[in-house]
């Protein structure tokens, strides 16, 4: 019953190349998107994260494209570097609770690997 | 220096033996949660508590169990009901549940059943 989609699984990108990683969920009450990154035998650390009321947030090399209508948010990474090398996660969470809907609601991983 | 410590990285648990592992936050949060990492599965949730003393199951919580005595400590005990306990454990923090804020990670634990 995952309520985020994730895709592509592994994403291989030339370094100073856009990475593009996209997600989708069912539950129209989300109403908090971030995105994860996490490095081998860590923890996951917060990248950014966009809410539903903008279309569009940007900070340095990273974009979210939110589109509310078609249920799905896109994280874009500018100017691929090999240190950006790792796996991200798109989650979804909702103040109105219900089925785990209070806690992040994770995608399956995308792991990234930016070339040289 | 604020944030999340689980203890241990490492352990070892024999079949149809019961174990513990920490997890405790000095960033003052409310909420406390934990995830079970499986290479391809991403991260799924175990059971989360918002409040000291109440705790709410998550997505897979059969064979876990949790307490919330203290706001800085929730300790999820793997049970000998768990079929398959092998993973990478991960223990976050959030100011309150469903607060649109952060969620703050540990560094995780490896369980593998020897």
């Known amino acids: 019953q995952q309520q985020v989609k994730q895709s592509p699984q592994s994403l291989i990108v030339q370094k100073g190349g856009i990475s593009i990683i996209n997600c989708a969920y069912e539950?129209?009450?989300?109403?908090?998107f971030p995105w994860y990154q996490q490095f081998p035998g860590k923890g996951p650390a917060l990248l950014i994260a966009?809410?539903?009321?903008?279309s569009e947030k940007k900070e340095g090399r990273f974009t979210i494209s939110f589109n509310k209508s078609a249920k799905q948010f896109s994280l874009h990474i500018m100017d691929s570097q090999p240190g950006d090398s790792a796996t991200y996660f798109c989650?979804?969470?909702?103040?109105?609770?219900?089925?785990?809907?209070?806690?992040?609601?994770f995608g399956k991983g995308t792991s990234l690997l930016v070339t040289p | 220096d604020g944030g999340i410590t689980q203890s241990p990285k490492y352990l070892f648990r024999k079949e149809g033996q019961n174990v513990t592992l920490s997890c405790e936050q000095n960033?003052?949060?409310?909420?406390m949660y934990w995830y079970r990492q499986d290479p391809g599965q991403g991260l799924r949730l175990i059971y989360y508590?918002?409040?000291?003393?109440?705790?709410q199951k998550g997505d897979i919580a059969e064979g876990y169990s949790v307490s919330r005595e203290k706001k800085e400590s929730f300790p999820l005990t793997v049970t000998s009901a768990q079929k398959n306990p092998t993973a990478f454990y991960l223990c976050?923090?959030?100011?309150?549940?469903?607060?649109?804020?952060?969620?703050?990670f540990g560094q995780g634990t490896r369980l593998t059943v020897v």
């Open positions: 539950n129209t009450a989300f109403d908090y």
């Open positions: 989650a979804a969470s909702s103040t109105l609770g219900g089925n785990s809907g209070y806690a992040l609601n």
């Open positions: 976050a923090s959030s100011i309150a549940a469903g607060s649109k804020t952060e969620a703050f």
């Open positions: 960033l003052n949060h409310d909420a």
């Open positions: 508590s918002q409040i000291v003393n109440d705790f």
């Open positions: 966009i809410r539903p009321d903008v």
